[in-house]
């Protein structure tokens, strides 16, 4: 029956694994690496599901807007998908449409490209326009592809946390509520190649500015587009996005060590806690592993023994054992990770001692008395 049991928790314990694989990510916008296409409302706009251009944007101009956004086959470097979204501007009236890519809702309310009535937003009483967050991250990782006529004009990436209301970025630079701001991640940058160039790939790493007012985390509102500016560059220009990733920083502990002395080729059951994001999906980096480390006998880490190593990107524990080092009572153990690289909180003490004498003594008395 304890057998049965066991074997019924392990089993629940690895679906839990596999159904929240990537639940040491953190909170995460949905379909992030746009795979995921479907087809909606009665323009049958293609989008990828959670993500949105002009094709299901509201507003007293929406319907002079195009979709602006395809699914693409060009991909950026060391991805295990298959798709990439491509966003490119046009010309509405006469006036150069920026091309927009949203995991919310564009509005287009006004004729001028600066206009107040313009601005993507967080609709919150849509599950499709909104991605809920709980908690705040230290950076968004994205891949783009940038290829514009111009030198000097910048695409623009703009990630906000905000609380609990209909979120807008404004085209005019603005944003409303004002006390509903909890941090921005910004980025504008130039081309990664010229206007119907290469497909020439870069990644960009940008922190999460948190300056307030809000605290009540609630949502996230992310606004890709083709020119930084309302209304300008050139309809040659397409910006292409891949592999969206919100990073949280993470932290690594060595639990305590059940005692702190120990016998050569004794074995230690080392625990660890492990948060945060470990081996970034968008990163081409090998597996993260936590890798246990035995100083010298004066507690010196310079040269490192390895007592053993796990791959993994969450808590977990393993076992070691204590090689063959002279006596001492100053030595130390900790844990480090490979990616991202981290020396591990609470270090610890331990003695180790040589009961090889003390054996052999034993085994000739037991010898003595035999005869």
């Keep these: 029956m304890k057998r049965l049991f066991i074997g019924t928790i392990n089993l629940f314990i690895f679906n839990f694994l596999s159904i929240n694989l990537s639940a040491q990510y953190g909170p995460q916008f949905d379909n992030r690496g746009f795979e995921e296409w479907t087809t909606r409302n009665e323009k049958a706009v293609s989008e990828p599901i959670h993500w949105h251009s002009g094709g299901t944007a509201t507003g007293t101009w929406s319907g002079f807007l195009s979709n602006q956004i395809e699914q693409s086959s060009h991909t950026r470097p060391g ?98 509520p004002a006390n509903m701001h909890v941090a921005t991640a910004v980025s504008s940058f130039t081309r990664t190649s010229t206007a119907n160039g290469a497909y020439t790939w870069r990644r960009l790493s940008i922190p999460f500015s948190n300056n307030g007012p809000c605290t009540d985390i609630h949502y996230i509102l992310l606004a890709a587009t083709t020119n930084e500016i309302p209304g300008t560059g050139s309809t040659n220009d397409d910006l292409f996005v891949d592999d969206v990733l919100l990073i949280y920083d993470p932290t690594l502990r060595l639990e305590q060590l059940a005692s702190n002395e120990y016998a050569i080729n004794s074995t230690i059951n080392i625990h660890f806690t492990l948060t945060g994001t470990m081996s970034p999906e968008n990163l081409n980096a090998s597996a993260n592993q936590v890798i246990a480390q035995l100083s010298d006998a004066s507690g010196d880490f310079s040269n490192p023994i390895e007592l053993g190593r796990v791959t993994t990107n969450t808590s977990g524990s393993f076992t070691v054992q204590i090689p063959n080092v002279p006596e001492g009572q100053h030595y130390k153990i900790r844990v480090v990770s490979t990616n991202y690289p981290m020396i591990g909180g609470n270090i610890q003490g331990i003695s180790i001692i040589d009961n090889s004498a003390i054996d052999d003594y034993l085994v000739s008395c037991l010898v003595h008395d035999n005869f």
């Design 79 to 176: 991805t295990t998908g298959s798709k990439s979204v491509r966003v490119f501007p046009d010309s509405v009236l006469g006036i150069t449409a920026n091309g927009t890519l949203t995991n919310g809702r564009i509005n287009a309310g006004s004729m001028s490209a600066t206009g107040s009535g313009n601005y993507n937003y967080t609709q919150h009483s849509e599950s499709a326009f909104n991605t809920p967050i709980n908690q705040l991250p230290d950076s968004l990782s994205v891949w783009v592809c940038f290829r514009s006529q111009s030198t000097t004009d910048k695409a623009q990436l703009k990630a906000v946390v905000h609380g609990n209301a209909d979120y807008k970025i404004i085209a005019n630079g603005t944003e409303e």
